[in-house]
């Protein structure tokens, strides 16, 4: 039933609406949002529906999942064009403000083709000229898309033309024009003038929802370059406590971090991060991605430089890294992840600047920030799920036996448990299962380099004689590796993995839980791929319904079953919501948790996360 189920259904939706907008960014308020709209659609009120996606939209593209943002405005133009009679005044306006972010927005996703947002410029063009507005947007958009590729020349011009046409009412505001001017002349080299194009919003004259928090960040190697580092002091305290509370601005928040790394504050740009972990892996916005994961990488060459190498820090979770491991590995994604950009843009600009991010050298010897701060010579903290021994750990079979239990129960401790396990088994040698469970789950621990260990897991099961075993060991690995761009070769592994353990299963050479573990790897496989390739979204749908079809009859009996089915249901409402049926989202959704609630004993949450090879269950 309805929440809204009153005569005051509609003012009760738009408070609700009015109330989550003002929740702290991030998948709390997207997810909220996405229910909202679901119970606009049962009010039977075209309006109460528009309003519904134009609140989803704002939310997503003020996160860190932009790229959530393209089908409910793909859904509120077909209203528009098929119903225009029913937009009231304001969402007429609102409608056409997100035009310009969704030419952003396609910009920041290298999987868009160029020729795809130059279309859109044009479309947005014919239709802001159709409404009576000023070109002023429409050149600011063309100049972000010349600027980014590297076409100076168009750059320029569209540059020119945006600060000559009128400001009208679709113009953006004064604060995040001069932002983004500024920005302009000092990439040029002209930070004195970018400097004083901003200082009306660092006056506090202009301001907005991101500003001054992006000017302030912008504003930092500027005022380092020209020898002011008591103003970079300052605007880095007063910046960094606006872009904390900040989800969607990754860009600004690295920003802060690369000031502390040319400045000689290494240790307090390690707390930064640490502060941030979903910021390693978050792939809503690769734009902001490339920029966080470079300065990484700056900032893991300093560590090496000044001899620190060894030193553990706060890296991608799953894992302990060190600074040399993290430098290797974020350059490595940075560039790979540049490299999508460029060949979108059939130019070089976009990795070759951020090679010169990565390679900066500190502008500063060392500037006090009057911050306490100490090079960290451990891993991050996490919050522990099973207490460490400060003395010893127990004896290993007791680990062993704690692990196993909690894996069963599917308690996220388990996690930490396996890494007691790993702790106390240094030097010790362990019977061939113990080795295969333990690979297996140092496996997940491994995130996106876990696809190899999962195969040396698998290679242990088979030796044992579990053939079941090491078929889900080897379809996690397909995952894995499907997340890490390897899909050409996880596809077909998965559906000879399938074959296999049906027919395991058949002449009952294997169990339930096994082959489940193969089916829901082949359908996160086949869900994963089928964003990119609308021909495997029939695949995909098909071995969710396998899934649920197999593991449905055991869920009331077997925890491990149970949260097969449910994520079933999760996928299936992954697939709907990227075809916009959000009503189909909703339902899965529900059929999802209610699987978990009918099935006592399942602890695992079947939410997808950022880092899902993380899950073993």
Not at 32 to 56: C, D, F, S, T, Y
Not at 314 to 339: D, K, M, Q
Not at 421 to 426: S, Y
Request: glycine share 6%.
């Amino acid at each position: 039933m309805s929440q809204f189920a009153t005569a005051g259904d509609f003012d009760a939706l738009r408070r609700a609406l009015a109330d989550n907008y003002e929740q702290p960014e991030g998948p709390a308020r997207n997810a909220r949002a996405e229910q909202l709209l679901v119970e606009a659609e049962k009010l039977n009120i075209p309006l109460a529906v528009i309003e519904a996606l134009g609140h989803q939209l704002k939310v997503y593209n003020y996160s860190s999942e932009k790229d959530k943002m393209f089908v409910p405005f793909a859904r509120l133009l077909r209203l528009w064009d098929e119903h225009p009679e029913d937009f009231d005044e304001y969402e007429i306006h609102t409608l056409h403000w997100v035009f310009k972010w969704m030419s952003a927005g396609m910009l920041g996703q290298p999987h868009v083709p160029l020729a795809s947002i130059e279309k859109w410029l044009g479309e947005m063009e014919h239709r802001y000229r159709l409404a009576g507005h000023s070109e002023r947007a429409v050149r600011g958009a063309e100049f972000s898309v010349a600027a980014h590729v590297g076409d100076l020349p168009r750059a320029e011009q569209a540059y020119a033309a945006w600060l000559a046409a009128d400001r009208d009412e679709m113009a953006d505001c004064h604060a995040c024009e001069l932002h983004d001017q500024g920005w302009w002349l000092a990439r040029l080299g002209d930070d004195e003038r970018a400097l004083e194009l901003w200082r009306p919003v660092l006056e506090g004259e202009f301001a907005c929802a991101h500003e001054p928090h992006a000017v302030l960040a912008s504003s930092l190697l500027p005022l380092l370059r020209l020898g002011r580092p008591d103003e970079a002091r300052a605007h880095h305290l007063r910046g960094f406590r606006l872009v904390r509370a900040m989800e969607s601005m990754r860009g600004s928040y690295a920003d802060h971090v690369e000031f502390c790394a040319l400045s000689g504050n290494e240790a307090r740009a390690l707390e930064l991060l640490a502060e941030r972990p979903a910021y390693f892996t978050d792939s809503g916005e690769p734009r902001s991605k490339l920029d966080f994961l470079a300065v990484v990488t700056l900032l893991m060459d300093r560590l090496v430089m000044l001899g620190l190498g060894e030193r553990a820090v706060p890296g991608p979770a799953g894992r302990e890294w060190t600074a040399r491991e993290l430098a290797a590995h974020a350059r490595v994604e940075a560039l790979g992840l540049a490299a999508r950009f460029d060949e979108r843009n059939g130019t070089s600009y976009v990795g070759d600047r951020i090679r010169a991010r990565m390679d900066r050298a500190p502008l500063v010897d060392r500037l006090p920030l009057g911050v306490r701060s100490t090079v960290r010579t451990g891993p991050v903290a996490a919050e522990a799920a099973v207490p460490k021994e400060t003395a010893a750990e127990p004896e290993l079979p007791a680990l062993l036996a704690t692990a196993r239990r909690l894996a069963d129960e599917l308690r996220p401790s388990a996690v930490d448990a396996w890494a007691a396990v790993a702790r106390a088994a240094e030097g010790v040698e362990l019977d061939a299962r113990d080795r295969a469970d333990l690979a297996d789950h140092e496996a997940v621990a491994a995130g996106p380099e876990g696809a190899e260990v999962f195969d040396r897991a698998a290679d242990l099961y088979a030796a044992v004689g579990d053939p079941g075993e090491a078929l889900a060991a080897r379809a996690r690995g397909a995952f894995v590796r499907a997340l890490t761009g390897r899909g050409d070769t996880a596809l077909p592994a998965v559906d000879e993995l399938r074959a296999g353990a049906l027919a395991l299963f058949g002449r009952e050479g294997t169990g339930a839980r096994q082959t489940a573990s193969v089916l829901v790897g082949r359908a996160r496989v086949l869900v994963h791929l089928a964003q990119e390739d609308e021909e495997l979204a029939r695949a995909a749908e098909e071995a969710v319904a396998e899934l649920e079809a197999f593991a449905a009859p055991h869920a009331d009996a077997d925890p491990r079953l149970a949260a097969r089915a449910a994520e079933a249901h999760a996928l299936r409402a992954e697939l709907a919501a990227r075809v916009g049926d959000g009503e189909a989202a909703a339902g899965a959704s529900e059929a999802s948790a209610a699987v978990q609630e009918r099935s006592e004993g399942v602890r695992a949450s079947t939410k997808r996360t950022s880092a899902p090879w993380a899950s073993r269950s």
